[in-house]
Every structure is written in structure tokens, then in C-alpha cells.
């Protein structure tokens, strides 16, 4: 709504200090909304703001999926190298690849029952509304666990990006965490630099719509250009020296002195060195619409930089800076911007995407300490890096001037206390996944309400399947505050965690909900109504909305509510003071509302293109998914052979007797199309392939059966089946890669309760007897 200074220009009358501290109160309260809702409003304004508020809920969801994709696109990434470096066929991951499928019907069995969601609804609005416990756990999670974490905080808890309360909750978590960061990191050099979890926080921060919107608008035009004038501008000798083709026998230092490879580096320097200024200053000229949380974080690393290292020079707090702002966010969007659909076609040409990582480089040693230790030649831009140094320093500095709002997320914070609707969507894996986190990193925490929520909970649930992690809407709610406003206001009905505020009194509360709802009101009847008629009188507006035979039951209550709020206000000594007030700030918030109109319409206008950008970017990421599938698939038919499909005998024994493990008990599908091999156990063991078995081999061991089954290639099962029984004594399945992230993750047995398998001579085993390319 109305920036303070306006409205108090407006009420300069104002008979009291009491008064002038309501204005700033009340200017916060009503750019917030207020406890009235306006759903039922019909006005021009009040359809641009259901239309924004939609772009904003749907950016904010989208930008939830992108996240689960890019983790997805990743995490296939990690897979698919492994089977290259290993040499094996591997399985489709059913389990990603489903996400590009419709899910099953959700089983009503995987919701937690009433008293359970009650419970989580208590733990999440504690998480919510105390980000030091989310803090805690994002400096104790370790890699593998911190992306899980982060689509639940960034997404889901704080995942309304254009809400001032969770956006200023969140900037608060990540102060604590940046906190911690200082205060452990041993060397100055070393912040923010490494791959941790903390970083990870940081760079998935700058993935969210806002963010997104900045480097569509800045960096677009720009990354275009490049890409459809591609040019040759390599400028490490050795490369350049290839390009002649004469390519003798030199070092490096050699070919940087080569009168050849000079002739040919020279122009192109010049002409890097124009396009990274063109980049750079439409960058530092950006400035103004640098999203404020950015600029927050980039105002805490400068204060915790000065307060840990009070020696340290500006140039060296400002490089800490320059390795949040770009190393974590422009960068990664300069040498792929195909991946945040800042592009209108992708950069096929290689001489594109190396123009575009030596502006990244380029940049980065301008922000940062230069690097050309590692990259000799880029001493040759030194001159150009060294002009713009204090350039990009002083736009890094300012880039931290941004006030705090410390003052606000009090207000909203009890705001929140009054809200009947708080809620999240989110899905039975977050919330367990939550709760396990909890269990695992803090459960002996000292926090009074945590430890009893978490106590009430008790034992976390195993996560469910995907076809039944159904997504649900989770009513937040304090019981511990709801309590006390319910103790505070029981005698008049009223519920607004506002009273809670020291130095807000009840009198100020009725004045701004009294002001929002006749706003309301008068918003509901159009132009020009008699009942309109200035000077404003407000009992006649509240009375005759409350008596009104229009067809809308929201203006009749909200006209009920007001002649309620105006009866108590009359109460107050203040009251005829107060009522003068009041209509003053009503006349001058009107009058604004064609103003506020147009700027809810601009602000669309901008976010619907986000939106639209960050759609297509869930399409390119599930494309990439797709090409993943292909590749697997096209691995798994190459690997396969008509000869390997039939069952394969033990050479002293005759597979003609069905056991467990073809059609293991419950199951509706056959391995007997698959290959089956058997193995005496003592064999496996002597083989390194058993480490260890519990059973007393004396007695049973000669009635042990060890059998691995391969249903198809790259999926195993593996069942120890002892003669005369019908069920396997363990049986386990799984993927050949994910045997080989155990390996890589450098794990070197699997337990499998009676038995512990080594993972090295598994891998061993398998590979010689059900390699299907041999």
C-alpha cells in the first residue's frame, strides 16, 4: 500500500505521539493485508491483485518442481558416470524417471492420523516461525542429505517467495547459518568457497523467481548477442597453437612467446575484452533491481567479514562478496544459460560456450583474488582486471545498502498468530524427512516447544513409496501462543496476535483492522454512491453495508464488523481523535488505489514473465530427463543376448525344481525369463564374496543355497534359501548402480543381517558371471 512518509504527510494533523507511532504501524499492517480478506471483492484492483497473487503462488510451486528435476538431472548425472567409468549396463532409475509419469492413486493409508498432523502442524509453524532450528540443521547435514533439506525449507516451509514474512524468516535462517560459517572456517581464504552444504544453501537461494526474473532482464540481451555472432576468441596458447596446425612440440611458455600464436591471441583479447565490458556494465548497472534478499545476504557477509576480520582490507571483504554474488549466482547463468532460459536458442557452437566460461572466468578474477596461477594465460587480461577492480568493488559495496527489517518481521510475526488460514503444501516424504533430520541432528535440543513436539511425535516414520507420497495441505498453528490470545481476548471475541506487541495497544489494533475493513467496504460499492459522499462518515458507511439488500454477504459482515470495532472504539478516550484519524488515512488510501492499481498491473506484467520462463525451463530439464532415459534404455538393449535369457545351471545341479527366488511368495511376476545362477555358500565365503554369515554353517550349511537372479540387465536379487523352506531366509534386489554409488561412496560391506556382504568382491563376481557383453 502506501509508503509511510506519504501517509504521514497526509495526517500531519495528528494530535498525539501515540498517533504518529499508529501511522507506522498502521502503514505496515495495511501493505500486509491486514486480517480482512478481499476474495469477494469485484474491483479493477481487486482482480489485478487475485492475478498477481496467482503468478505468484504458481512461480513459487514451479519453482519447487525445477528443483526436484534439477536434483533429478543431477543425480543421474553422478549415476550415468559411474556406469561409464565402471563399464557395466545399468537399469533405467524407474524410481527418477517416474517423475515424468502420472502417479498412482494415493492410498488413504499414508496420511498421519488427526492427532499426528495436529502434532506436525505445531513442529512446522516452530520451524517456520524460529529459523535458528532450520539453521542448525543446515550446518549439521552432510552433502547428500542437504538437497532433500533444502526443497523442503526454500520450497515448502519458506516456500511463498513474494511473502514478506517468509521471505524476511528465511533471510534470518541464513544469518545464523552464514554465522556459523565465520565462526568455524579456519582461513579467510577458504569462505564461502568450498562445496558445502551452506553453499549449496546460497547458490539454490538465487534459483528462486525472483532471482530468476533479475538474470532474464539483465543478463538475456547480452548472453544473446554472444550467441549469435560466434567468434573464435580462444586465448590459451596451447589451444591457439592446435588451431595452426603446425602444431609443434612446445610448452606452454613457448607457445605464449610464439610470434604466431601472439599475432592471433592479440585481436581476440581486444575483442574479449569488449564483451566482458559490455557484461560487466550492464551488471554493475543493474543495481536497483537486484532482488532484496540478494543484497541482505550480500550486507551480512560484509558485517560478519568486518566483525570477525577487523583488519582485513575492503578489497579482501569485498571478494567474499564477489564469491556469493558471482561465483554462486551470475556466473553459473553466464556459462549455462541455456539452463535458466536466458537464451532463445542453445549455444551449439563451441566457440559460443568457451566465449562464455572466459567471461565467466573473466569476471570472476575481477570480483575475486585473479587465478592466474592455475590459468597463465589469463595474465594477459591483468590490465583489463586491474581498471575494473575498484569498478566492481564499489557496485559490491553498494550492493549492501539495503536497510534492515528487523522491525517488520516482528510485526509480521505476530500477524501470523492471528491468521486462521496459515498453511504449506507439502508432501508425507518432506514432513518424515523433516522429522528424521530432527531425530538425527538435534533431538536433545534445548528448546522447550521443540523438545516437547518432537517427544509427542516420538518414533519417525519410514518414508513411503512415490506412488503414495501424496502432497497435503498443513495447517500451521501455535498451540502455545493460539492459547495465549485466546486467554487474552476471550471477553471480546477478538483474535490478534498484534495485542502481544509491548508498545501496541488494543485501541491500535481496532484502529487498523477498522481501517482495512471499511476500505473494504467502500472498495465494494461503486463510484459515485451516495453513501460515498466526503467528508467520509463512518457509522453511515458500516451501518448501511450491514443493513445493505445487495446479494453479498461479505459486505454485510464486514459492515457487522466494523459497527463492532466503531461501538469499541467510542469506548477509548482517544475515540473522536482517533475517527478523525482514521478518515484522513481512508481519503488518502483511496485515493492512492488507482496508483497501487497500476503498479499491481506492471508487476504482473513482469512476473508473468517468469512464470513463462521458468515453465519452459521445467521443460528443458524434463527433456534432459528424457535423453537420460533414452541413453539408459539404449544401454540396457545393447548389453543384453538371446543366450544369456535362459536360466544358466550350476554345473552339479539341475534347475528343473522351482525355488523361492523365481517367484518369491506375493509376487505377480516372474524372473524365470532372467538369468539365475546358484552358489554353495562355503564356495562365497572362501571367495571373499561373504565376509560373514550368523547361521551355524556346521548344521545348516550344506542346506544353504545362495542364489542371484538378474530379471533383467543391470537389476539383481540375491536370496540365501535353505531346503525345505518355502521363503528365502533374506532376500534383497537392486541395481548394479547402486552398488556402485556404495563403492564409490567408499562403503565396503552390506549387511544383510545374517549375512555381510563385501561390496568389492560383489562387484567382482557379478561382473565376471553376468557381464552380457562378453
Not at 3 to 14: D, E, M
Not at 84 to 91: A, D, L, P, R, S
Not at 440 to 458: A, E, F, N, R
Not at 497 to 514: A, K, Q, T, W
Amino acid at each position: 500500500m502506501l509508503p509511510l512518509q506519504r501517509q504521514q504527510t497526509g495526517t500531519s494533523t495528528a494530535p498525539s505521539q501515540r498517533q504518529s507511532k499508529r501511522f507506522s504501524v498502521a502503514a505496515m499492517y495495511m501493505s500486509m493485508g491486514g486480517v480482512d480478506k478481499d476474495d469477494d471483492i469485484d474491483d479493477a484492483l481487486a482482480k489485478a491483485q487475485k492475478h498477481l497473487r496467482f503468478l505468484k503462488a504458481a512461480i513459487s510451486e514451479q519453482s519447487k518442481h525445477n528443483f526436484v528435476l534439477e536434483k533429478d538431472v543431477r543425480y543421474l548425472d553422478t549415476r550415468i558416470a559411474l556406469i561409464i567409468q565402471n563399464k557395466m549396463g545399468v537399469e533405467e532409475q524407474k524410481d527418477i524417471a517416474s517423475r515424468l509419469d502420472e502417479h498412482e492413486a494415493i492410498s488413504e493409508t499414508s496420511f498421519p492420523d488427526r492427532k499426528k498432523t495436529d502434532l506436525y502442524s505445531n513442529l512446522f509453524f516452530l520451524l517456520q516461525s524460529e529459523p535458528k532450528h532450520i539453521a542448525s540443521l543446515c550446518t549439521l547435514v552432510s552433502m547428500t542429505e542437504i538437497d532433500s533439506l533444502l526443497q523442503t525449507v526454500m520450497f515448502t516451509i519458506y516456500g511463498n517467495q513474494y511473502e514478506q514474512r517468509e521471505e524476511h524468516l528465511l533471510l534470518s535462517m541464513f544469518q545464523a547459518v552464514l554465522a556459523y560459517q565465520f565462526d568455524t572456517t579456519l582461513e579467510f581464504s577458504s569462505l564461502l568457497r568450498a562445496n558445502t552444504p551452506v553453499s549449496r544453501m546460497m547458490t539454490t537461494y538465487t534459483r528462486r523467481g525472483p532471482g530468476q526474473s533479475y538474470l532474464r532482464e539483465t543478463l538475456s540481451h547480452c548472453l544473446n548477442d554472444i550467441i549469435s555472432n560466434p567468434q573464435t576468441l580462444e586465448i590459451n596458447p596451447m589451444r591457439v597453437l592446435i588451431e595452426t596446425d603446425s602444431a609443434p612440440d612446445m610448452t606452454m611458455d613457448q607457445a605464449a612467446e610464439n610470434p604466431e600464436v601472439i599475432a592471433i591471441i592479440e585481436p581476440r583479447l581486444r575483442t574479449l575484452e569488449a564483451i566482458c565490458e559490455n557484461v560487466l556494465s550492464t551488471i554493475i548497472n543493474s543495481k536497483s533491481i537486484v532482488p532484496y534478499g540478494i543484497r541482505w545476504i550480500c550486507k551480512q557477509i560484509r558485517g560478519l567479514a568486518r566483525r570477525k576480520y577487523p583488519d582485513a582490507p575492503d578489497a579482501s571483504v569485498c571478494s567474499l562478496i564477489g564469491a556469493f554474488f558471482f561465483l554462486r549466482f551470475i556466473n553459473p547463468a553466464i556459462v549455462s544459460p541455456q539452463t535458466y532460459m536466458l537464451i532463445d536458442k542453445l549455444p551449439n557452437d563451441a566457440n559460443c560456450r568457451r566465449t562464455l566460461t572466459l567471461v565467466a572466468k573473466v569476471l570472476q578474477n575481477i570480483a575475486n583474488k585473479p587465478t592466474t596461477s592455475k590459468e597463465p594465460y589469463m595474465a594477459s587480461l591483468t590490465p583489463f582486471l586491474e581498471v575494473n577492480k575498484n569498478r566492481v568493488n564499489k557496485f559490491l559495496n553498494e550492493l549492501c545498502e539495503v536497510p534492515d527489517f528487523y522491525e517488520s518481521l516482528e510485526m509480521d510475526q505476530y500477524i501470523a498468530l492471528s491468521k486462521k488460514d496459515l498453511s504449506i503444501s507439502i508432501t508425507l516424504n518432506e514432513i518424515y524427512g523433516m522429522h528424521g533430520l530432527l531425530v538425527k541432528y538435534i533431538s536433545d535440543t534445548k528448546d522447550v516447544h521443540l523438545q516437547k513436539v518432537m517427544g509427542d511425535l516420538g518414533t519417525c516414520p519410514a518414508l513411503v513409496p512415490r506412488a503414495q507420497n501424496a502432497t497435503i495441505d498443513l495447517s500451521l498453528f501455535s498451540q502455545w501462543e493460539a492459547s495465549v490470545l485466546n486467554e487474552s481476548h476471550s471477553d471480546s471475541g477478538a483474535y490478534n496476535g498484534l495485542s502481544l506487541l509491548p508498545d501496541i495497544s488494543r485501541s491500535d489494533v481496532v484502529f487498523m483492522e477498522l481501517k482495512t475493513i471499511l476500505i473494504n467496504i467502500i472498495r465494494a460499492f461503486p463510484p459515485g454512491h451516495p453513501i460515498l459522499t466526503r467528508p467520509l462518515r463512518l457509522r453511515s458507511i458500516a451501518d448501511f453495508a450491514a443493513s445493505s439488500s445487495v446479494d453479498d454477504s461479505g459486505v454485510i459482515k464486514r459492515g457487522i464488523k466494523a459497527l463492532d470495532l466503531l461501538d469499541e472504539m467510542d469506548k477509548d478516550e482517544y475515540a473522536d481523535d482517533d475517527k478523525f484519524v482514521l478518515v484522513s488515512e481512508i481519503e488518502n488510501e483511496l485515493s492512492q488505489l488507482g496508483s497501487l492499481q497500476d503498479s499491481v498491473e506492471q508487476e504482473a506484467v513482469s512476473l508473468e514473465t517468469v512464470y513463462r520462463v521458468i515453465t519452459e525451463q521445467n521443460e528443458y530439464l524434463r527433456s534432459q530427463l528424457d535423453t537420460y532415459r533414452s541413453y539408459l534404455n539404449n544401454v540396457r538393449s545393447h548389453t543384453g543376448s538371446k543366450k544369456d535369457r535362459k536360466i544358466v545351471q550350476d554345473d552339479t545341479t539341475t534347475a528343473t525344481t522351482p525355488n523361492p527366488l523365481l517367484n518369491p511368495a506375493g509376487s505377480t511376476s516372474s524372473y524365470s525369463e532372467g538369468l539365475v545362477k546358484k552358489y554353495n555358500v562355503t564356495q562365497l565365503m572362501r571367495d571373499g564374496v561373504i565376509l560373514t554369515c550368523s547361521l551355524p554353517l556346521n548344521r545348516v550349511g550344506p542346506s544353504l543355497v545362495f542364489y542371484i537372479a538378474s530379471p533383467a540387465p543391470g537389476t539383481f536379487v540375491l536370496a540365501l534359501v535353505m531346503k525345505g523352506r518355502s521363503d528365502p531366509v533374506v532376500t534383497v534386489d537392486f541395481k548394479i548402480d547402486d552398488l556402485l554409488e556404495i563403492a564409490d561412496q567408499e562403503v565396503d560391506e552390506i549387511d544383510l543381517q545374517c549375512l555381510v556382504l563385501s561390496v568389492k568382491n560383489l562387484q567382482v563376481l557379478l561382473k565376471r558371471e553376468f557381464d552380457r557383453r562378453r
